[in-house]
């Protein structure tokens, strides 16, 4: 079944570890995105992809970087992770058409102790 | 950029009535108008959108009215059930920003047993 895949869906992580959320989908969507969102709570594009190789930063400055290197994986990389980023973490797609919906992950929710 | 604000940020409502959540965008030249449904512990999951060629569009118990001369589109839930409690995400985008979607705030509706 066409999905998009997010793991590690819970990840309890030391103050100065780098870490990598991976986000994978299979419907074929060149676009994708990163969006950081605290639980209930407004949701902050961080990071999008047009395509392979394409890479932008969001509205919401994050210390967080990505990579395209295939179309169905975008992963998401803290090189150093501090308490602040505690967050859940929603990677999401679409199709490039006119309408353009997004699909969701289910989420990895990251806590920096 | 396309700015999207919600209101009222909490709805609460007596199971049976009805529930109506606003939005109002910016952006004239937004075509696109899709509604999200985020559960608790959930991911935002699509529930109905309406592009910017037709006035109303209904599915079961919600639909989506849009009104282009004052830029505002609306959710309306009829005959309310405790499974609509949630946060309802509101979203516009137009073909000239990439099609990127630009999300309102949430609002929480409670629908009280």
């Known amino acids: 079944e066409a999905d998009i895949y997010q793991t590690p869906r819970y990840l309890v992580i030391g103050t100065g570890k780098k870490i990598t959320l991976e986000c994978s989908q299979t419907?074929?969507?060149?676009?994708m995105y990163w969006y950081q969102q605290d639980p209930g709570m407004e949701l902050h594009l961080i990071h999008y992809s047009y395509g392979v190789n394409s890479t932008e930063k969001g509205d919401l400055s994050s210390e967080s970087t990505v990579s395209r290197i295939r179309t169905e994986h975008f992963p998401l990389t803290l090189e150093s992770a501090r308490p602040s980023h505690t967050s859940q973490y929603l990677c999401?797609?679409?199709?490039?058409?006119?309408?353009?919906?997004?699909?969701f992950g289910p989420g990895t929710r990251l806590t920096v102790l | 950029g396309e700015n999207v604000e919600q209101h009222p940020s909490t709805l609460s409502v007596q199971e049976g009535d009805s529930a109506v959540i606003k939005c109002t965008y910016s952006?004239?030249?937004?075509?696109?108008f899709p509604w999200y449904k985020q559960e608790l512990g959930k991911r935002p999951q699509l529930i109905i959108d309406i592009r910017s060629n037709v006035g109303e569009k209904k599915d079961q118990r919600i639909a989506v009215t849009l009104n282009k001369t004052a830029k505002h589109f609306s959710l309306h839930i009829t005959e309310t059930q405790p499974e609509d409690s949630a946060v309802y995400f509101c979203?516009?985008?137009?073909?000239?920003?990439?099609?990127?979607?630009?999300f309102g705030k949430g609002n929480q509706v409670v629908v009280i047993p």
């Open positions: 999401a797609s679409s199709d490039g058409s006119l309408t353009d919906t997004q699909y």
């Open positions: 952006d004239s030249a937004s075509n696109y």
């Open positions: 979203a516009a985008s137009h073909p000239y920003g990439n099609n990127r979607l630009a």
């Open positions: 419907m074929g969507h060149d676009k």
